[in-house]
Nanobody, 124 residues
Framework: QVQLVESGGGLVQAGGSLRLSCVAS????????MGWFRQAPGKEREFVAA????????DYVDSVKGRFTISRDNAKSTVYLQMNSLKPEDTAVYYC?????????????????WGQGTQVTVSS
């Protein structure tokens, strides 16, 4: 069983930056692809970004390309989401996710593990 705990959310003005962190329990973090999803009020949860187990491959939804960067530190069992140039439409609960596959899966694949979520609010 893997537990994921996010942190780093908060309130920021448009144009600002935040870095989300997700720490995973267990010894198998380095074998998992990891991802970030978000859910805005009244909307379905959507894929944001994913990274392969060694960090060599990443994937981003078009709306965050060039602004967000996913990275990982396997020694710390942590995955990050650096968010720059934030917009009000980025406001959502952000969830960390883990895939037992090592490679970045198709976006329609449901992750195997979820964190509890962290709120990101961007004011205009």
């Amino acid at each position: 069983q893997v537990q994921l705990v996010e942190s780093g959310g908060g309130l920021v003005q448009a144009g600002g930056s935040l870095r989300l962190s997700c720490v995973a329990s267990g010894r198998t973090f380095a074998s998992y692809a990891m991802g970030w999803f978000r859910q805005a009020p009244g909307k379905e949860r959507e894929f944001v970004a994913a990274i392969s187990r060694r960090g060599g491959t990443t994937d981003y939804v078009d709306s965050v390309k060039g602004r967000f960067t996913i990275s990982r530190d396997n020694a710390k069992s942590t995955v990050y989401l650096q968010m720059n140039s934030l917009k009000p439409e980025d406001t959502a609960v952000y969830y960390c996710a883990g895939y037992t596959s090592g490679g970045v899966p198709p976006r329609v694949v449901e992750p195997d593990y979820w964190g509890q979520g962290t709120q990101v609010t961007v004011s205009s």
